[in-house]
């Protein structure tokens, strides 16, 4: 649910962009999100499902009665990961619609963010103990499958013409896809950075019915 309900924020936001700020080009088309539930339907119904249990599982304490498993605190944590993912995919179209690139190419880019930093915000959300390096050396192998169809899929997009074209994007050149990989990188580690200082900090001891 934490998942779920984040990656959509992001896909609301780029959506409806448009339709505010009408000098803008279009970033999300029907066949984006399409692409994008592609990835989001098998990680929610496959790698979700085939992820180890959390360490010290067993030794938790008891969930206080009457406090909601998907209350307002978790939801709001959840809207607060999509809009981090939101803010960075916009941070990143802004800057390459700055520099001047054609919208094909600023589609490319702002479109490759989105998806590293979905694929990013899979592994930090798959795990509320371990970090995102611990749940690659696991070897989830539904998790890899999917990870790795999506990489080479979305290469194949931004670099063949032909696929490009179906799509809506231009090859700008790999040098330009490195803001989309810096700003997946940032908020992995700013995810990261929160979910060890949550496991880490203090906390008062729970009373249980």
């Known amino acids: 649910m934490d998942y779920i309900l984040s990656i959509h924020i992001p896909i609301i936001g780029l959506t409806l962009l448009p339709a505010f700020f009408a000098d803008l080009p279009i970033l999300l088309m029907p066949l984006h999100i399409v692409f994008m539930e592609l990835i989001i339907d098998p ?5 979700f499902e085939s992820e180890k249990e959390e360490v010290g599982v067993m030794k938790r304490p008891l969930r206080i009665m009457g406090v909601p498993f ?11 990961m999509g809009g981090l993912l939101f803010a960075m995919v916009l941070g990143v179209y802004f800057m390459v619609l700055e520099e001047g690139h054609p919208d094909e190419e600023v589609r490319a880019i702002a479109f490759s963010a989105l998806i590293i930093g979905n694929i990013f915000l899979i592994l930090t959300t798959l795990s509320k103990s371990r970090n995102a390096w611990a749940v690659l050396k696991e070897r989830n192998t539904a998790l890899l499958t999917i990870i ?18 179906i799509f809506n994007f231009s090859f700008p050149g790999w040098g330009h896809f490195g803001i989309a990989l810096l700003g997946a990188l940032t908020m992995l580690i700013i995810l990261e950075t929160i979910k060890y200082w949550n496991n880490h900090r203090l906390l008062p001891p729970n009373k249980c019915i």
């Open 70 to 80: 998907f209350g307002i605190k978790r939801m709001l944590g959840s809207l607060a």
């Open 148 to 165: 790795f169809t999506a990489f080479i899929i979305l290469l194949a997009l931004v670099r063949i013409p032909n696929l490009g074209d």
């Open 43 to 47: 990680v929610c119904s496959v790698a």
